[in-house]
Each structure stands twice: as C-alpha cells, then as structure tokens.
C-alpha cells in the first residue's frame, strides 16, 4: 500500500472543497459555520482509494486570506499539491500567497486544476491556461499537467485521478526509519474513547500500545488506538494520516502545534539557526525584526537574529538564528514559513539547520561554516560538525539534535571514529569528542601543569578536580569543563604516553620532581634534624618552624613535603613526631612482649618517661598501627 497526502492549494471561492467532494464523495467541510457561510475555515479532511494499491489522504485548506495561518498548519505534512484556479477569475492573491507558500516549503511535486470550466466557454479556458503557464515558470510545476475540470459536470476528473495516480508513484515516501513525529493538528474527546489526536505521521511509525510523549507539554501517555485514513490500524507509518487515541489526557492540554514523539527522544527548543529567504515581493527584512513563525502544525512568533548582516534584501538568502516565543520540536530539516508581523502576509521561508545553537555574536566567523556544512554535508558530515562545535557531546544529545535514531548516530558516528574524526567513549558509547577537542585539551592539561609546577615548587602536582577546571575555560572559546569520563581518559592516555604521572587524586608533568633551593634544601634538614633531636618529647610543630630563616609559607610547604615523605609522622593535628622516634618506641615495645604482652597507661608512662599528654596519643597511634589492640584500661602487645 502507497500512502499519499494531497494537498489543495487556491484563492477563496476557487472551487477547492467542492473539487476534493467531487473526487471523494467527502465534504471536507465539516464545521457548521462552514455550511453555513460556504466557506472553508479550517483544514478539512477526506480519503481516496485509487487502486493499484494507492491511498490518498486530501487535506483541504482554507482560501480566505485571514485562514491563512490554519492553511499553513495542513500545508507542512503534504506531498503533492493541487494548486487550483478557478477558469472565471484567474489568478487571485491567495493563488499566489499559497504558490509561494509550497514553493518556500520545497514541494516538489504536484498539478494544476483549471475550475468551473462549466461557467466559461472554451476560448476563456485557454486564456486562463496561458496564465497558469507563465505563473507556475521557473517552479516545481513548470511541467506540471494542467487540467481543466468542473465539479458539477464532472470534466476532467477522471484525467485528474489517473494525474494523481501517476503522481502518487514519484513521489519520495516519507521516511519510515526515524523516530515518529506526529505534529498535532486536531484535538478533540470521542464518546467512550477520550482524547483524540490527529495529524499527519511525518516521520517514523507509531505502534499501538507504545508510549508517547506530548512535546513541549511533557506528558507521557499510552496510545490505545490507531486509525489510519479513518480506518483501524496497529500501526501507523509515515506519510499517513493518523488519528491517536490518548485516554488519561485532556483534551483541552493538547493544541494544535504540539508534536507526539517518543517519551523522552528530543528536547522543545525555542532557539533554531535556519536558512532564510525572503520573497522577491516582501519588504526588506531588519535585523532583530518580529514575524510570525509556522512550522508542521506550529505556529509562534519568532525575532530574527540575521547573522553576517544588518538587514536581509527582498529576492536574497542568509543564514539567520529564530528566536521563538514558545518552545517547540524542530529537526534538521524542517521547513517552514515567515509572515510579517503586521500586516499579516507571507513573506518567506526556510530550514532549519541547528535546534539547540547557542547565542551567537554578530559576525562571528565560526558559525558560517557550521551552518554551511549543516546545509550541504551528508550525515557524516552533519554530525561530526555538531560534535566539534560541541566539543564532546553525549549520544542522547545528537538524538535530539539530529532527529535520527540512536543507533543511526551510532551507526555514523562509528564510521567517524574509524576515519580518525571522532572518540566514542562508553561502552557502549555514550561520549562523542572530536579528535581536535581532545588535542587542544590535552595541550591545556600540559600546559597548565607545567604552569603549575612553575609558580609551586613546593608542591608534587595538582589535585585532578583542580586541574579539570583549569583546563575548562580561560582564553577558549568554549566555557564547558571536559565532563570527568573524557577528562579521565584523557588523563589515562596522557599517562600511557608517560606525559604525565598520575598518583591517586594529584596529578604532575611526568618524573617532575620538588625543586628545592639550597636555602630551602637547609631549612628542610633542620626541621628534620630538630624533630629527630628531641625523640618523642617532641616541640610543637610552630616552635621549630618559627626558628627558621624562611617565611611561614614556604615553611609550611617544607613541613608538607617531609609529611609527604614519611621522614615526618603526624600522629594528631598537634603531634608530630620523627619517624625514627616512633621506630624506637615500637621497638621497644616488642622487647618487652616476652616479659609481658600487657601494658597500661601508667606503665607506659614509666617506661617511657613521658607524660600523658603525649602517652595517650601515641597508645592510640600504635592502636592504629596494630602495634597495640585496646583490651579495657590495658593494651595487648601484638
Ligand atoms: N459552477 C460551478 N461552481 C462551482 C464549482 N466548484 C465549486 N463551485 C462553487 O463555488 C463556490 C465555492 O466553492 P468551494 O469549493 O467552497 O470553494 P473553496 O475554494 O473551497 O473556497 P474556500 O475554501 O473558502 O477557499 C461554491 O458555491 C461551489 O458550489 C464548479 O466546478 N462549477
Ligand atoms: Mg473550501
């Protein structure tokens, strides 16, 4: 089965919804304000088997030019369209608004009806003929049929169907291998059922049963039915027309412009960099000006941040950043349209390239080149460029930017990896870093190591979580610090390299020793001589510091290292004693084991000499050295 979705296209009045009832057996017009004035107001719907396994979904638009915004909500979800022009007046405004409408969204497939043929006689026909031709010249229906047909006579329809046949077979499919997107168009509660959305599937397919997530609102909800084209279904693909139902949802929290997709996939974004163009016939276009926006079903107000100039000239292209008034779901891709703020009409159109780009600066000369390869490159292209302006980004992430499935960008970003591009951190990947990323970080690491040693050398390195942020910003461009998976792999692979030397939490520039001056190399031994004198009756730490010719600070670092070096041994905050001292006192300890293995406080003190100021402190040292085990008021000897 071939799934289709036509769309009409026309002025007011021009004999569109009578055409598709013509072709259907459909009134499209289903609202009775509709009936009543003889007019389309919103999009209308109906369906047409035309063998050979084809199925057509009509989506039928509004006319009237203050409907232009609801036309625009039906347009975006097309494949092919019937532009018509009714035989007695011609080409109208809305005739050309709609044209340059499908023309701005790259349809590219499609006819011309020539209506109410039976109102005007043959020659006036012809007339009109050579009209259509010279308006549709240069556009994707320069070479399109143009029929002339009659709704009340029944002329040219069958030529009509057989043209939409034939078109039905060129057209591109939809594609079916992304994740499903479903912008919403209609809202409504069925008796017994509940809510009920409907839309035309854009993208991927959507299963009975699964999950769905309501974009930008958030909610989580299990469909509980399909139908397809009006008709039961399992399944909905793209391309389809497709009515949800939602239980467990009100109908009033869902609107027209809000998008079902997988639970959780993407991210609303109310910031998108785009390709914009303007039409020849709009005014020129002011950096920083309003528009309203309208993409898929959506339809918001947008400022225009023109990127590499002050204003945009009717007839010419930019690339441009929308800032939106409402987040919304917009892929790689998407078209959509621009209407001065007021008064209201078309005045261009785009693509969006980048759902999730930063604020840019005026002119600056990075982004260009993105956009650029966003635009033209393949999917490899695309995504290696989104992953070395990110830097490293993690595999959620470039789902939602992309629009592809998980294991598309894995698929891709693996071919990256082994052209030498790209990292894929994880196992499985959940990390991609551009290879120039981790090159420039590796040489911020060094060189703020090296920087480091420079100005402490008194110090063995710098602990990792410190140098992590240091490698972050400074005077790059991109303020992010490495995430720890890519700063500790980093790291790792610095260390293989014997780059550096990685020891627990500090990290050094490989076999860089503390530097010590001669003066500092004296005072060091001091300190350790002064330590060593005194066995355990030891001074106070800031006693023999204060004795030095250095100042505190260096001082200090000369205390940490000898700490470092075990030569110093700190027994509590205000105890330190020399390791050869403690070695003794062990030792004699264990000399005394034969005579006996039990000893206290008193007796400690007595074979000691010392007082219980240091007595109970070094117990609890030995204690903790397993030299002693605590047994009541005594110590047992180990
Ligand atoms: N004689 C004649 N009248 C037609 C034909 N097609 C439509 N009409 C009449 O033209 C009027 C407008 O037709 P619609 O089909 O409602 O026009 P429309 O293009 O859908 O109008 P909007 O949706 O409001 O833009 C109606 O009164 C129709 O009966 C036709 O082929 N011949
Ligand atoms: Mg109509």
Same mark, same amino acid.
């Given at each position: 089965m071939r799934y289709v979705i036509v769309g009409t296209a026309g002025h007011i009045d021009h004999g569109k919804s009578a055409l598709v009832l013509a072709l259907?057996?459909? =009134?499209? =017009?289903?609202l009775e304000e509709e009936k009543r004035r003889g007019i389309t107001i919103d999009l209308g719907f109906a369906h047409l088997d035309l063998g050979e396994g084809i199925r057509v979904g009509f989506i039928d638009v509004p006319g009237h030019e203050r409907f232009v915004r609801n036309m625009l909500a039906g347009v975006g979800g097309i494949d092919l369209v019937i532009l018509v022009v009714a035989a007695d007046e011609s080409i109208k405004p809305q005739t050309r608004e709609h044209f340059d409408i499908c023309r701005l969204l790259g349809i590219r497939q499609g006819l011309v009806a020539i209506t109410?043929? =039976?109102?005007?006689d043959g020659d006036i026909v012809e007339l009109v003929r050579l009209e259509v031709q010279e308006f549709v010249?240069? %556009?994707?229906?320069?070479n399109a049929v143009l029929l002339p047909v009659s709704a009340k006579n029944g002329e040219g329809l069958e030529a009509l169907r057989d043209e939409l046949r034939r078109l039905a077979l060129v057209v591109a499919p939809k594609p079916e291998n992304l994740p499903f997107r479903l912008p919403i168009d209609r809202a409504f509660v069925m008796k017994g059922l509940g809510t009920v959305v409907t839309g035309t599937l854009i993208a991927g397919r959507i299963e009975k049963d699964a999950e769905v997530e309501i974009y930008p609102l958030g909610r989580r909800v299990r469909v509980r039915g399909i139908e397809v084209h009006n008709a039961p279904a399992e399944t909905a693909l793209a391309g389809q027309r497709t009515a949800v139902n939602l239980p467990g949802l009100e109908a009033k929290e869902v609107s027209r412009g809000m998008v079902l997709a997988p639970p959780g996939l993407f991210q609303a974004t109310a910031r998108l960099d785009c390709r914009l163009n303007l039409l020849p016939a709009a005014r020129h276009l002011k950096n920083g000006a309003k528009v309203h926006f309208h993409c898929h079903t959506s339809e918001m107000i947008a400022e225009v941040v023109l990127l590499d100039r002050k204003e945009l000239q009717p007839g010419s292209s930019a690339f441009a950043q929308l800032r939106l008034s409402d987040p919304g779901v917009f892929m790689l891709g998407d078209r959509f349209i621009i209407r001065q703020f007021s008064p209201v009409i078309t005045i261009g159109g785009g693509s969006v390239l980048d759902n999730q780009p930063p604020r840019h600066r005026f002119r600056d000369s990075r982004v260009v080149p993105l956009l650029d390869n966003l635009e033209k490159g393949d999917s490899q292209v695309r995504l290696e460029c989104l992953v070395r302006h990110a830097g490293e980004a993690p595999l959620p992430g470039l789902v939602a930017r992309t629009g592809w499935l998980p294991a598309e960008v894995l698929r891709v970003g693996r071919a990256l990896a082994s052209a030498g591009r790209l990292l894929l951190l994880g196992q499985p990947p959940e990390l991609f870093v551009h290879l120039e990323h981790l090159q420039e970080l590796a040489k911020r690491v060094i060189e703020q190591l090296e920087k480091f040693h420079a100005e402490n050398p008194l110090l063995a390195g710098l602990p990792k979580e410190d140098l992590r942020s240091r490698t972050g910003?400074? %005077? %790059?461009?991109?303020p992010e610090l490495p995430s720890n998976l890519l700063f500790n792999t980093l790291l790792q692979a610095l260390a293989a390299q014997g780059r550096i030397d990685v020891q627990g939490e500090t990290v050094r520039i490989a076999g860089r020793r503390i530097q010590l001056t001669p003066e500092e190399q004296a005072a060091k031994d001091q300190i350790g001589a002064a330590f060593e004198k005194t066995g355990l009756a030891v001074p106070s730490a800031r006693e023999v510091l204060g004795?030095?010719?250095? =100042?505190r600070p260096r001082a200090e670092k000369l205390l940490q290292i000898l700490l470092r070096e075990n030569v110093l041994v700190k027994v509590t905050e205000d105890l330190i004693f020399h390791r050869s001292a403690l070695q003794q006192l062990k030792e004699l300890l264990v000399r005394r084991k034969p005579q006996s293995d039990r000893i206290n406080v008193a007796l400690f003190k007595e074979i000691t000499g010392l007082s219980r100021k240091y007595a109970i402190p070094l117990l609890e040292y030995l204690d903790r050295e397993r030299v002693t085990r605590r047994d009541g008021d005594e110590r047992i000897i180990l």
């Open positions: 259907t057996g459909i =009134d499209p =017009d289903r109410k043929t =039976d109102l005007v010249r240069g %556009s994707f229906l320069e910003a400074r %005077s %790059s461009p991109r004795k030095l010719r250095l =100042d």
